[in-house]
């Protein structure tokens, strides 16, 4: 038999909906590069949600998926098999356990043709996961946003954005968020 390497099943991998910052060609992407070279990922197509849902810029230009299906617009993101070693790598990066973003189900559909069958029938069964901002703030971050929002996290979107190392260090994510829901808009 030897030490043959079995290709991660169904219920091993987790189908992750990358709506910013992990996307190719964003600052975060490098971790999912990570995740690609050591085989804990890898990348499915790009994809837009179901629903219309509120996507917005917070402090530093951060994106964050609002979970309100039915406003905003329709969402453009890449979709990507992760491992479970890979998803805990996610989730730290996206704060889960300090309640920065949650980790919960979302509706795709094919943004191009001739996405994988098996793809398309794991979208069917919605076991697709995004990362919302947390309802702790997403009710502020919407109404900040002038409850406007845009179908893709761009260039232009991201023009301005500032890394997590470059921000202020002494305050926490939350508090940057606090400040910037608080103040006055542009």
């Known amino acids: 038999m030897g030490h043959e390497t079995k ?14 910052t992990l996307k190719r060609g964003f600052s975060n992407h490098v971790l999912m590069q ?3 070279r050591s085989g804990d990922a890898s990348f499915k197509g790009v994809y837009q949600t179901l629903e219309k849902y ?6 530093y ?21 992760v491992s479970p070693r890979g998803l805990s790598r996610l989730d730290e990066l996206e704060g889960i356990s300090r ?8 509706r795709l559909a094919a943004k191009e043709e ?14 697709v996961e995004a990362y919302y ?4 703030y997403e009710e502020e971050l919407w109404e900040r946003n002038r409850r406007r929002s845009f179908g893709a996290y761009t260039e232009k979107e991201a023009r301005g954005y500032v890394k997590r190392n470059d921000r202020p260090q002494h305050l926490s994510f939350l ?12």
């Open 7 to 20: 290709a991660p099943t169904e219920t091993t991998t987790t189908l992750v909906f990358s709506y910013g």
């Open 114 to 127: 001739g996405g994988d069958l098996e793809t398309e029938r794991a979208l069917s069964s919605c076991l």
């Open 175 to 186: 508090d940057h968020i606090r400040i910037f829901v608080s103040s006055p808009c542009d």
């Open 34 to 36: 990570d995740l690609i």
């Open 61 to 81: 230009r951060v994106p964050f998926l609002l979970n309100k299906p039915g406003s905003g617009q329709r969402v453009t993101g890449e979709l990507y098999s």
């Open 99 to 106: 309640g920065h973003y949650v980790r919960q189900p979302i």
């Open 133 to 136: 901002a947390h309802k702790s």
């Open 54 to 59: 509120p996507l917005v810029c917070g402090p």
